[in-house]
C-alpha cells in the first residue's frame, strides 16, 4: 500500500501531544518506507542515466514532493477510518477516534499537505511525477479505502499505490514512465507487499473482522489458506527475479540469488501445515521486512 507497515500494529507510545498526534495523522514512520523506495528509483534511474552529479537538488525536491503526498493521503485514509478504528484496540488512540484532534483541522492537514506534495512535484520536477503522485493518492483514498468494507480483493487494489513510489522517483530522476526498469520496480514492490500483507491482515484476523474489513484472512482460523497465499505471492517474486535478468536489467546469477533469498523468506510458511503456530506466521511476516532492504542494496549494486 501507498503507506507501508513496519511492523504489527501496535498502539503508539509516546505521549499524546500535537506534534505526537500529527505524526500519526500522517502515519510519518511508517512513510519511511515510502521514501525509501522513492530513493531507490531515482538512485536507479540515475545510474542509468550517467549517475547523481548535480541530481541532488532535485532528488531533494523529489523526496519533498512525494513524503508530502504520502503524508497527506494517510491523513485522509484517518479521516474516512475514523468509526472503524474506534473498533480496534491497535488504533482506537490515534487522535482522530480518541477526539484529541478535530475533524476540520485534520482534513485541512491532509488537503494542504496532498496539494502541496502534487503541486511541488510539478513545479520542481516534471508533470509525470506530479499525476503519478495524485493518481497514488486517488487510487488510496478513494478506491482502496472504502474497497476494505466490501471485497478482499482491496489488498491486491492497495497494492498499486505502494508500488507507485519507485516510479515517482524514476520519472523524477529523468527516466520514462514507458521504461521497462520502472515498470520493473513497480512489479517488485507490488509483489512484495502481497505477503507481507496477508501475513499482517491474519495477525490481526479478529480486528479486521470486528471493523467489518473484508479480507482474505477473514474465517481462516488456522491461516492455512493464508499461509498458501503468501508462498503463492512469492513464488510471483522469484518468477520476476528471472523474468528482470532475461530482460538484461542485471545478471542472470543474481535471479538466482534472489530466488534462494525468497525461499529462506518462505520457509516458516512453508512449514505452517504442519507446525500451525502463530510464530510462523511472525516470522513470514518478519522476513518480508528483512527481505526487502536485503534485495534493494543488492539490485543497487547489480542493476545494469
Known amino acids: 500500500m501507498w503507506v507501508l507497515s513496519a511492523k504489527e500494529p501496535s498502539f503508539d507510545e509516546a505521549t499524546p501531544s500535537f506534534s505526537n498526534d500529527l505524526q500519526v495523522l500522517t502515519k510519518m514512520r511508517l ?37 508530502a503526498a504520502a503524508f497527506g493521503s494517510a491523513a485522509f485514509n484517518q479521516l474516512m477510518e475514523i468509526e472503524d478504528d474506534a473498533q480496534m484496540k491497535r488504533t482506537a488512540d490515534r487522535p482522530l477516534p480518541s477526539r484529541r484532534m478535530g475533524v476540520m483541522r485534520a482534513f485541512a492537514i491532509a488537503w494542504g499537505l496532498s496539494a ?7 513545479a ?7 499525476i503519478l503522485a495524485a493518481t497514488t493518492i486517488a487510487i488510496y483514498v478513494f478506491v482502496y479505502t472504502p474497497m476494505k468494507k466490501w471485497h478482499s480483493s482491496n489488498t491486491l487494489v492497495g497494492a498499486i499505490p505502494g508500488a507507485i513510489p519507485p516510479m515517482i522517483g524514476w520519472v523524477g530522476a529523468g527516466g520514462s514512465w514507458s521504461d521497462a526498469g520502472g515498470w520493473f520496480l513497480f512489479a517488485f514492490l507490488f509483489l512484495w507487499q502481497l ?4 501475513a499482517i491482515s491474519w495477525l490481526c484476523r479478529e480486528e479486521y473482522e470486528n471493523a ?36 538484461g536489467l542485471y545478471s542472470h546469477w543474481v535471479g538466482g540469488i534472489h530466488a534462494l533469498i525468497v525461499v529462506a523468506m518462505m520457509l516458516p510458511m512453508l512449514k505452517y501445515g504442519k507446525e500451525v503456530v502463530r510464530s510462523n506466521m511472525r516470522k513470514g511476516f518478519f522476513g518480508t521486512l528483512i527481505y526487502l532492504p536485503i534485495v534493494l542494496l543488492g539490485l543497487a549494486f547489480a542493476w545494469g
Open 195 to 198: 505477503p507481507h500483507f496477508v
Open 116 to 122: 502541496f506534495g502534487c503541486i511541488h512535484l510539478a
Open 212 to 247: 467489518g474489513y473484508k479480507m482474505w484472512s477473514n474465517g481462516d482460523v488456522k491461516g492455512l489458506r493464508t499461509a498458501r497465499l503468501y508462498n503463492f505471492f512469492s513464488v510471483g517474486l522469484i518468477v520476476l527475479g528471472v523474468l528482470g535478468a532475461s530482460m
Open 31 to 67: 512513510n519511511t518506507f515510502v521514501l525509501i523506495t522513492t530513493l531507490f528509483g531515482f538512485f536507479l534511474a540515475a545510474k542509468g542515466l550517467g549517475g547523481m552529479t548535480d541530481q541532488w537538488w532535485l532528488l531533494f525536491h523529489t523526496l519533498l514532493g512525494t513524503a
Open 124 to 130: 520542481k520536477v516534471n508533470h509525470v511525477a506530479a
